[in-house]
């Protein structure tokens, strides 16, 4: 019985501030109050395009009145108690961002006012008291604001202009990679927040509601579609980024492949409801576990790599002379033993491997391979001689030196290789470019 005085309660109040904002516009007052309470009404229909179209031409003629909007729409939002009322604000303030260009003072106020406590989509308070499926709708209500919340953190991308002939910098690779790996999970953020309004119960059911879900997933397209043409140019780059690059790359790539799952799940139920065309719908890249561990393992092998190479160029020579035990004196060019109690037996290996160095050190080394060499023979004589001997195949302990001959081939190496062979591609036959054996 309470419930049901609350609901009667809330319905009349709705309708007798409409009542009022219409009587108070047709007597010749046009405020911005008026026009938020007439376009919020508590009615089954959705949200008038004449009253965005009216906000508007409002901002463009006076810019600061986005600040008695902003006003106007925390004091509508916070004291209703009707799910209708909540809905239409909330799809209104939607509109409104989808339409004002980027750079605008109604944005610039509308942070203002999170910041400084005005307005408060994330945490929401709303509850409803207007529906015996109150529950239902709170929910929704709830996750609809936190979804514009995260909206209003997420940074534009902006689309660059650039040349094709002109070939991009590695510097400029490597600054465009760090800036979506900032922007990415963002957009991974909004994408999470669309997918949790998915409404339950008699919210499913509902034609407002139906109709603000249109708007939410057509935001979820746009994201989707650039997250997925944006996380290819960083795979890309994957292996020329820091170790902390790669590693949010990856963690950004492993998130893709659970979303994509929950996303498929999500655009069949939006389709069976018959929300928005079936064209509209971009299509699901659903990525395998398989990849996504063979990612893994190899990042973790090429670290692995990077991190051996790097131990490696320190000698176990160069470690052992840089010991606390030994200090080499530069002008003697010799080693000196400090005298200490805890001395080991590595000091005289060392020790003896100086003194042999010593030794040796007047000796001059003799060359691996020793060449006979005739005086008598000129260099045109053995340039002559190389060029008219005949190529053949000597045996493992012989050496010969050969001049290159490019038109020279094993016999029988290739059974199915013929002399002037041409690549015959659709209409005609191309003769083989040598630089490109493979025909590219």
Known sequence: ???RIRRIFTCAKERASVSYAKIATNGGFCDIDFIIVKATSPEDLPLPDRYVLELLKIFSISPSSSQAFLLSFTRRFGNTHSWRVALKCLVLLHRLLRSVPNPSPFKADLLWARANGLLSLYPCHFRD???AYSEDYTAFIRSYAHLLDEAMN???IQSQEIDE???????KKMEESGRMIEILPQLQTVIDRAISCWPTGAAARSFIVQSAM???IRDSFTCYTTYRKEIVKVLDNLIQLPYRSSLAAFNIYKKAAIQADQLCEFYGWCKTMGLCGLYEYPFIDRIPEIQIRALESFLDGMWQLTDQSSSSTVSPSVSTLMSPNLTEDY???QLIRLPESGATNNSGKVEKKVAVEE?????EMEPLIQWVVDDNVGWEDLLEASINTIPSI???NSWQMQVYNPNYSLPSSNPFYKSGRTTTIAHGSYPINPMYPWGL
């Open 214 to 216: 249109k708007y939410v």
């Open 394 to 396: 000597t045996s493992r």
């Open 129 to 131: 008291s207007s529906s």
């Open 154 to 156: 997420c940074v534009p």
């Open 331 to 333: 002008s003697d060019k």
């Open 1 to 3: 019985m309470q419930k």
């Open 359 to 363: 030794k040796t050190k007047g000796t």
């Open 165 to 171: 002939h002109e070939p991009e910098s590695f510097q």
